[in-house]
């Protein structure tokens, strides 16, 4: 079975742009979670959707934000980027089934976001 | 929110010595605990995880254990060789994911040393 992919793998923008990340969860996973890697901060949460809708979300300002289609695969975008953005965005499918979120995160190998 | 503390940060051991990795959460309510590995541009890959209402969990050379009373967890891993060598995470999650999902410890970078 085909892991979490996610496109791009590197991204270089510039400050004030936007930029759009994608993830395509493992086959049958229904929950995508997103998660923010950087040296200080280490990995945070950014939000989860379920069913196309967005069920948890992390203290990140509304720059970020994502979307879920029918078929699982998810969209981030982050809008007027920082230089602090730049960081690995790394994006987790799971099954969902228990409802309660404590089902296993399958990470992909993270887009690398460069904001200049 | 959850909080979680890792340590240490960094681990050196002798290839084949035995390595321990501890992290404390400090919600109570938390109720599965994932370790995953990371290496150099690689997203985190899970090597094990336990759920609340479990002491210990083992397979092959990786085995972690949880304290609920003292709110801990371990990862133990035995006959360490250098493919281990690695970032390691621990993370603790809230029944129903909450505000934060996944928390992570900083990591624990293992060093194995031939």
């Known amino acids: 079975k085909a892991g979490v992919t996610q496109t791009p793998r590197y991204l270089i923008k510039t400050r004030g742009q936007q930029v759009t990340l994608s993830c395509s969860p493992i086959s049958g996973h229904r929950s995508v979670s997103w998660y923010q890697q950087t040296p200080g901060q280490g990995l945070q949460f950014l939000f989860e959707y379920f069913s196309e809708t967005q069920r948890n979300k992390g203290n990140f300002p509304g720059r970020f934000s994502g979307r879920q289609f029918s078929n699982s695969r998810s969209e981030m975008n982050v809008s007027t980027l920082e230089l602090g953005d730049s960081a690995l965005y790394l994006c987790?499918?799971?099954?969902?089934?228990?409802?309660?979120?404590?089902?296993?995160?399958?990470f992909g190998p993270g887009t690398r976001l460069t904001v200049l | 929110g959850e909080n979680v503390e890792q340590h240490p940060s960094t681990l050196s051991v002798q290839e084949g010595d035995s390595a321990v990795i501890k992290c404390t959460y400090s919600?109570?309510?938390?109720?599965?605990f994932p370790w995953y590995k990371q290496e150099l541009g690689k997203g985190p890959q899970l090597i094990i995880d336990i759920r609340s209402n479990v002491g210990e969990k083992k397979d092959q050379r990786i085995a972690v254990t949880l304290n609920k009373t003292a709110k801990h967890f371990s990862l133990h891993i035995t006959e360490t060789q250098p493919e281990d060598s690695a970032v390691y995470f621990c993370?603790?999650?809230?029944?129903?994911?909450?505000?934060?999902?996944?928390?992570f410890g900083k990591g624990t970078h293992l060093i194995i040393q031939p």
């Open positions: 919600d109570s309510a938390s109720n599965y």
């Open positions: 987790a499918s799971s099954l969902r089934t228990s409802g309660v979120g404590t089902d296993t995160q399958y």
């Open positions: 993370a603790a999650i809230l029944p129903g994911g909450g505000a934060d999902g996944l928390t």
